[in-house]
């Protein structure tokens, strides 16, 4: 794998910690987001060791041949620890801490293992990208690299079998999607682990194997990584995209009623500091408050009568209630705006009608952005007049 696919992956995958951080901060004892957390920052975190560059340099500055190695190896571990941990906190139960707790202190032992046996052996020569089969037979490191990759197949192994075992149970959706992915890309993880073992195996025999080592796992350690992520993100990530899209569309629909509006908005100062680099929902938020204070100012001129009256009749013609409460509410929007502008200082006493919800809102911006609001008024006038004679 290449040094800038290291490094992009790696800025990726560090992004998105960066965008769960502030719910981390904000709930940090929750520990379901805390394994989310660890799962991105640790992986982000193999990608940054694995690079050739990285591997020099922390040689380089720590002043020991090949101290990158450990290093590496206890993040992997790590992140494979992770990725169980954060299955069993997903799906939950009754000894979910228990279990987390001794995935936890099993994989604690494995990276002091690490640290160890590398302690104990011997590396003065630096090998940036084929450690593991340079010392395949060198004691304690022998040791150290079969730790550390027996762990990481076995944490990957579970999570594999744990996420697709769970994806059969549930319905449908993000969440088995999800999970699907994150057991396809544990699956890819373990081919690192494979690869790798295969290759030490060979040197064993006297076969020299390297591009399993160079080549193939950094391959599989990419691949499963991406999909490991994708998959934990699916389930957080697909309701959230489909409520901004909901907002956004809702947004879009109140524009006719706001403009209808607009008049009484701006003369009365009654929009707020629209608000930038905004999410869907807050922009829609904006939009919802300038419109409610509009129709809370114009209060006094909003006709009941003819409002019951609209109502009645386009019910009677339609038999759809809430179309007839949007054309009711359009028509006496409208009539209220050229009153407030005609009678712009008259007296304001509290009205009888309640304010539409977010919903109805929408529907009465729906009506406004055609021709029917005056017509229909029209109509309900002539019939109010007719009545009367």
Not at 61 to 78: E, M, R
Not at 239 to 252: G, K, Q
Not at 322 to 339: M, S
């Amino acid at each position: 794998m290449s040094t800038a696919v290291n490094y992009l992956s790696c800025a990726v995958l560090w992004i998105g910690l960066a965008v769960k951080a502030p719910d981390l901060v904000r709930h940090r004892h929750d520990p379901y987001l805390r394994a989310i957390c660890a799962v991105l920052g640790l992986a982000g975190l193999c990608f940054f060791l694995g690079a050739p560059p990285t591997v020099g340099a922390v040689n380089r500055l720590g002043g020991v041949p090949n101290l990158a190695a450990p290093l590496t190896y206890a993040s992997i571990t790590a992140y494979g620890a992770a990725s169980q941990v954060l299955i069993v906190y997903w799906r939950g139960g009754p000894a979910v801490h228990r279990v987390a707790r001794r995935w936890i202190l099993a994989y604690t032992g494995v990276v002091v293992g690490i640290a160890v046996t590398f302690a104990l052996g011997e590396a003065p020569v630096e090998r940036r990208t084929d450690l593991d089969t340079y010392y395949a037979g060198t004691p304690y490191l022998r040791e150290m690299i079969l730790l550390y990759l027996a762990g990481h197949l076995a944490a990957v192994g579970v999570t594999a079998r744990s996420a697709l075992r769970w994806a059969r149970q549930v319905a449908a959706g993000p969440l088995r999607t999800g999970l699907t992915v994150l057991g396809a890309g544990s699956l890819c993880a373990a081919g690192y682990s494979v690869a790798k073992l295969v290759a030490v195996t060979a040197r064993w025999t006297g076969r020299d194997w390297s591009v399993l080592v160079t080549g193939v796992s950094p391959a599989a350690a990419g691949l499963g990584a991406l999909l490991t992520v994708t998959g934990v993100l699916i389930p957080l990530a697909v309701p959230r995209v489909a409520e901004w899209r909901r907002a956004s569309r809702a947004y879009v629909r109140l524009a006719p009623l706001e403009r209808t509006l607009e008049e009484v908005i701006d003369r009365r100062a009654l929009r707020l500091p629209r608000p930038r680099f905004a999410s869907p929902a807050t922009r829609l938020m904006w939009r919802q408050t300038s419109i409610h204070n509009a129709l809370s100012h114009l209060d006094a001129h909003l006709d009941g009568a003819l409002y019951d009256r609209t109502r009645r009749a386009v019910l009677s013609e339609t038999r759809d209630p809430d179309r007839a409460e949007a054309l009711a509410w359009a028509v006496i929007i409208t009539g209220a705006v050229e009153q407030d502008a005609a009678q712009p200082t008259a007296a304001r006493p509290a009205g009888a009608l309640r304010v539409p919800g977010p919903a109805a809102l929408v529907r009465v911006a729906d009506v406004l952005s055609g021709p029917l609001p005056r017509a229909v008024a029209a109509r309900a006038r002539a019939a109010a007049v007719t009545g009367s004679a």
